[in-house]
């Protein structure tokens, strides 16, 4: 019998929660256009100024998993702002946060600069007109979408109401001219005055360097930010180590060490299988189409597993392979994911990447990597025509076949951009013809025995 995949002995008793979030949020940073580190520098800076300011390992705890989660939001508005700049979410992103949306000129500049970039000039000044209308109630709605969203994801993990507080409310600015509320002054949490001044510093450090990142702490002093906050920020990044601290090579190993001394959350099982529906979550918010497919897959795949015969073990692998077998997609455009007609073969060698990301991002998170070969392979087929790597059937164990026809089936039962979802006999008929060849007999079968029974 084939064997199926395992997980990789991991002691998850030596493996903190911080750990495995820092890893993962290397994702996070990059659905944000913003350079690797964004999050993990954020949090060191964060953190750097609730020890200054001797806040208690409450709020410090609290702090902590805001800053590490602050940007868990970030992929729900991402088809939005695709739809409306008429370019890549990335690239919008990625200057977004160096814009004063609270200045009019500065910010349609930026917009002018930014959006249809490959579209003809009528287009692209129409397209300048509508942003620039919209403009301002946009903003808005784009971080009302991504922060509120952020909020729930650290509220389904089981954080305290202050971490969701912290992450809802980053965007506010101390004048009240922020969003999504316009909350003013004191009226905004203390922790998400930290988490919107550190965010914002990083940003212009990574960009510019520190002497920028103290200048328009300096200069959005009271405009933005808390003045005691930039205050602390700046006799930190002046005397202390700050800059020098965010260089250091094992920056993920100090921000885990700011985590307050009793109150490390150590990365049980639970909090793994937390931490993998919450990024399904983040996974299939990136585009409308993919709404829950995630959370379907890994449904699919443990009944297709459990029904198989296999073990308690590999059931709960294949959930988290199936939560997390996309999230490489993270790193796909917009542009593309939501394209309404045929990908081009530029585009289409973008998409064929992602099982290669995923399989990178899972590397490097301690306990998932004995799932990551399993998520990764998701598209390779039996007789070699699938992707990233075009193995066949000699290297693709039962777990990877399980979920390989775990994901087609939720695919085809889904609506596309490019079409509607399918009748559930046509998703059958369409399994049977690819059984044997490309997928594993063996495991459609146990497929369309959980349909016949109502179990899928
Ligand atoms: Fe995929
Ligand atoms: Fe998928």
Known sequence: MLRAGSSENVDVTTVRLSEVLSA???????????????????????????????????????????????????????????????????????????VNWSRLPRALRYVARTVSPDAAAWARARRFFAVGLEGPKAARELVKIRCERGAEISRQMGFPEETAAAIRNLDEHWNGA????????????????????????????????????EEIA??????????????????????????????????????SLMEPADRILVATSEWLDLTAHAFARIIDAKSPFTYRHSEGVARAAAKMTEHMGLPASVVHDQTRAGLLHDIGKLAISNRILDKPGPLTDEEFAKVKQHPR????????????????????NHHEKLDGSGYQRGISAEDLNLSSRILAVADVFDALSQERPYRPAMPMEKVLMILKKESGQKLSSECVEALEDLVSKDEL
């Open 24 to 98: 993962l949020s290397f994702v996070l940073d990059m659905v944000e256009g913003q350079p690797e580190g964004h999050v993990l520098r954020s949090c060191f800076i964060g953190m750097t100024i609730a020890e200054r300011l001797q806040l208690s390992e409450e709020q410090r705890s609290a702090l902590f998993y805001a800053l590490l989660l602050k940007d868990a939001g970030c992929s729900s508005n991402a088809w939005k702002v695709t739809a409306l700049f008429g370019a890549d979410d990335f690239d919008v992103k990625k200057n977004v946060k160096t």
């Open 178 to 213: 922020g969003h999504p509320d316009g909350l003013r002054g004191e009226e905004i949490p203390l922790l998400a005055r930290i988490c919107g001044l550190a965010q914002t510093v990083e940003v212009f450090y990574t960009a510019f360097g520190p002497v920028r990142a």
């Open 218 to 255: 300096r200069a959005r002093r009271k405009e933005w930010f808390d003045p005691t906050l930039v205050d602390v920020f700046l006799v930190e990044a002046r005397a202390g180590r700050l800059w020098e601290s965010l260089g250091e090579p094992d920056l993920a190993r100090s921000v």
């Open 357 to 376: 990301l995923t399989y990178e991002v899972l590397r490097r998170v301690a306990p998932f990597r004995g799932i990551a070969e399993v998520a990764a």
